[in-house]
């Protein structure tokens, strides 16, 4: 069963929203080549919340290790604690929508 990742940063999301649409692709495109399944960007004016959907948590891993240039990206967007990915599991309940 895959996993919903989550990171919560204090971060400037226009930042973020002005990155070169090239390297946005360029980061998806080898987030896909790990295993993502789907990949989200919210903002809330002084925070940036990823939600990710992977495989198993190791996928995301395996790609966050070899990618030092997300974190450029978001030391850029003013991040300068190190973020901490929470992984979910989906419950097995009868009330899913969507």
């Known amino acids: ?4 990742m989550t990171l919560r940063v204090t971060a400037d999301a226009k930042a ?3 990155t070169d649409a090239a390297t946005l692709q ?3 495109e ?3 080549s790990f295993g993502v399944i789907s990949h989200h960007f919210y903002g809330n004016g002084s925070e940036v919340l990823v939600v990710d959907e992977w495989p ?3 996928s995301f ?9 997300v ?8 991040v300068t604690a190190a973020p901490t ?14």
């Open 16 to 18: 973020i929203e002005s």
């Open 61 to 69: 891993h395996k790609f966050f290790q070899s990618s030092p240039d």
């Open 26 to 28: 360029a980061f998806a």
């Open 30 to 32: 080898r987030a896909k």
């Open 1 to 4: 069963m895959s996993v919903l």
């Open 85 to 98: 990915p929470e992984f979910w599991r989906r419950l097995d309940v009868n009330d899913s929508v969507g």
């Open 71 to 78: 974190s450029q990206m978001m030391e850029r967007a003013g």
């Open 56 to 58: 198993d948590e190791q």
